[in-house]
């Protein structure tokens, strides 16, 4: 159980998991062009800022439930103690 615990939590997308990794590779093999696209540089510059905003936010968002997650779980095993 703890072994599939450490499993679940390493999948989460936080910076310096391997979820950020995975969600980062998944990200870049969806946005993936065709390979006979023209390459524009104004327009791959904003798609790299677009990319790295949404890892942000995804990294941010999945740090806060985790930590959501400790709290509500150490309120509840106060209230059981009590």
Known sequence: MVNLSLFLFNLVPIVGLDGSHLFRSLLAAWKRPPSDAV??????????????????MVSTLAGFLVALNIVLALIQTYYRSV
């Not at 390459?39 to 942000?56: C, F, G, M, P």
Request: charged content about 35%; cysteine-free.
């Open 39 to 56: 390459y524009d540089l104004e327009a791959l510059e904003s798609r790299v800022t677009q990319i790295s905003s949404l890892e942000k």
